[in-house]
Nanobody, 129 residues
Framework: QLRLVESGGGLVQAGGSLRLSCSAS????????IAWFRQAPGKEREGVAC???????????YIADSLKGRFTISRVIGNNTVYLQMNNLKREDTGVYFC???????????????????WGQGTQVTVSS
């Protein structure tokens, strides 16, 4: 099972940018589908983005419709890291961001976390006005 670690969160002013990173300590994420979720205080967890990559160099991504144009998900094979670039951040982007091993569905649908996926502690993103 992949044990993923999120990093890169912090406090940023509205309009600013952050890049979150998701990596695994013992296994590689290079050819695993990785999804980003977030949870704001008092709200349910919501899907943000996911990235699929396989050994045949096929890759696909999904970004939640409401975040397209501001968020992008990417990876560099060999870096063992999946990135979430967040630009033009808004106060409503505040929350804890998690990455999780998931199953890719389609570019039009959020990935589904594996039933036995291990969720990490996440990384806090706080956007101030």
């Amino acid at each position: 099972q992949l044990r993923l670690v999120e990093s890169g969160g912090g406090l940023v002013q509205a309009g600013g940018s952050l890049r979150l990173s998701c990596s695994a300590s013992k296994l590689s994420v290079d050819y695993s589908t990785i999804a980003w979720f977030r949870q704001a205080p008092g709200k349910e967890r919501e899907g943000v983005a996911c990235s699929y990559s396989d050994y045949s160099s096929n890759s696909r991504t999904y970004i939640a419709d409401s975040l397209k144009g501001r968020f992008t998900i990417s990876r560099v094979i060999g870096n063992n890291t999946v990135y979430l670039q967040m630009n033009n951040l808004k106060r409503e982007d505040t929350g804890v961001y998690f990455c999780v091993h998931s199953r890719f569905q389609s570019p039009q649908r959020m990935c589904d976390p594996y039933e036995n996926a291990i969720w990490g502690q996440g990384t806090q993103v706080t956007v101030s006005s």
